[in-house]
């Protein structure tokens, strides 16, 4: 069995490791962290609804549509910010918002 200190040098290797991958993908992301953060904002305001029983509901058409719009006001790329999103998951709007959103969504407040 590794004794504390094994066990935190591993993860310290970990978190290096982590920490790398991480710089990777900023360092390849099509926009700004600012911009993905108002992105994500935008369409959590929206496509979702939360109503007084609790429940959320979601307005998304199965569609990039709120997505594109919002990149075009910007004069953001989508050819280059679109295929980056489908990596992430994002094949429609709510799939950006939850998808995309959960996979950056750290990364988004450092």
């Known amino acids: 069995m590794p004794s504390k200190e094994e066990k935190r040098r591993r993860r310290a290797i970990v978190q290096t490791i982590q920490d ?8 390849q992301m099509p926009l700004s962290k ?3 953060n108002d992105l994500l904002n935008m369409l959590e305001d929206t496509i979702f609804e939360k109503r007084s029983d ?3 509901w979601c307005y998304c058409d199965e569609t990039l549509a709120q997505t594109r719009a919002f ?7 989508e050819d280059d910010i679109i295929p980056w999103l489908n990596e992430y998951g994002g094949f429609c709007d709510c ?6 959103g959960d996979s950056w969504a750290d990364r988004l407040n450092n």
């Open 95 to 100: 799939e950006v918002s939850s998808n995309v």
């Open 20 to 27: 790398e991958k991480w710089a990777v993908a900023e360092a």
């Open 71 to 77: 990149l075009r006001t910007r004069n953001l790329a």
């Open 34 to 36: 600012n911009d993905l």
């Open 54 to 56: 609790g429940t959320i």
